[in-house]
């Protein structure tokens, strides 16, 4: 049965490292133990005004095809998962299609905020196992820190920016996701969103005063829907690919905050070793974080040809997305692994 196997993977963070002393030195109302008590997050890296969330992308799109020994020119997808982008108008996927040489390549963005590199990797998935294409190159950036808050405390800490790609190759090996489920709860909209610049509320000099053009998030209601839903979506998940607790090698839920990942993999009957965690050294990235996620633990040697894995977010929107997969990529050969934490500009 043909499949969609991941064979390359990559990252790309800004060079600037943000530090909780850092935030903790101009943001009043915090101090460094408060933020890691809260959200686990230590450290986070913010975007320099040269870096945008195409160049992040585009950066880590390169290092993916590199790790699967691919040139732009073999891919026939991008997808760009993302709630920051360049510019309303155009996509973003295109402008990175075009700045990796992709010329045969169908580009678009996808917005469902932190749940949109897993909504992009199932419908690549998807392309592939109809046969519509052979390969896709699924990006999840973001440049988060331009659109927090400084004025919440709460809130402005918690993000950071960065992009993770994965490069998927038809393959007729069993590989890649499992199963899927995906879901909305648009009535809980309003927890999370960045109120103006859309054409429900135009930008004007209002707006702009009003400091609408910010995320605006109530933190308690978000904690509490993401443990819920990111919990029972992956059992949903586990449940249709016929796997419990003990067949799964790995859990990568989105990275938003330590606490709610440990709680999930608590809920889902996970010994702690199988749940990843990266957050403290890039806190929330948004549809970044899960990529970043899977370059990092497939460095670490966390995912190895042939373990269960489990990938599970929720974004504004409320959007969210589950999934099992099967990993096949080696670290060997034509995936040798690179330098992952060198920043677009080095």
Not at 45 to 64: H, I, N, V, W
Request: hydrophobic share 45%; charged share 20%.
């Amino acid at each position: 049965m043909r499949s969609a196997a991941i064979t390359g993977w990559g990252m790309a963070v800004p060079d600037r490292v943000v530090t909780n002393a850092d935030l903790a030195a101009s943001v009043a109302g915090i101090d460094e133990d408060w933020i890691v008590r809260r959200s686990g997050i230590r450290e986070r890296r913010y975007a320099e005004p040269t870096d945008t969330t195409s160049t992040l992308a585009a950066s880590a799109g390169k290092r993916a095809l590199e790790r699967a020994g691919l040139s732009a020119s073999d891919v026939d997808l991008v997808i760009v998962a993302t709630c920051t982008p360049d510019h309303q108008i155009p996509a973003t996927a295109p402008v990175v299609q075009a700045a990796l040489g992709a010329t045969k390549a169908g580009a678009f963005d996808v917005n469902a905020a932190c749940a949109g590199f897993l909504t992009s990797y199932a419908i690549a998935d998807s392309f592939i196992r109809a046969g519509s294409i052979e390969r896709a190159l699924v990006i999840g950036a973001e440049v988060v820190s331009r659109f927090v808050d400084w004025d919440d405390p709460k809130t402005c800490v918690l993000f950071g920016d960065g992009a993770g790609a994965v490069v998927l190759e038809a393959s007729d090996a069993p590989a890649g996701l499992m199963s899927l489920t995906m879901g909305a709860a648009g009535e809980s909209a309003g927890l999370l969103k960045i109120p103006a610049g859309g054409s429900a509320r135009p930008t004007t000099a209002q707006t702009l005063s009003a400091r609408e053009h910010v995320i605006k998030m109530n933190g308690p209601e978000v904690y509490r829907a993401a443990v819920r839903i990111m919990s029972t979506a992956a059992q949903e998940a586990m449940t249709q690919a016929g796997v419990d607790a003990g067949g799964i090698d790995l859990l990568i839920a989105h990275q938003a905050n330590d606490r709610i990942i440990s709680e999930v993999g608590q809920r889902l009957g996970l010994n702690s070793d199988a749940v990843f965690s990266n957050v403290e050294r890039y806190g929330n990235t948004s549809a970044a974080s899960i990529p970043i996620a899977i370059c990092d633990a497939a460095d670490r040697g966390l995912l190895f040809p042939g373990a269960r894995f489990v990938l599970t977010a929720v974004g504004a929107g409320l959007t969210w997305a589950a999934g099992v997969g099967v990993w096949s990529a080696t670290t060997t050969g034509r995936n040798e692994p690179i330098l992952t934490t060198i920043g677009v500009n080095a």
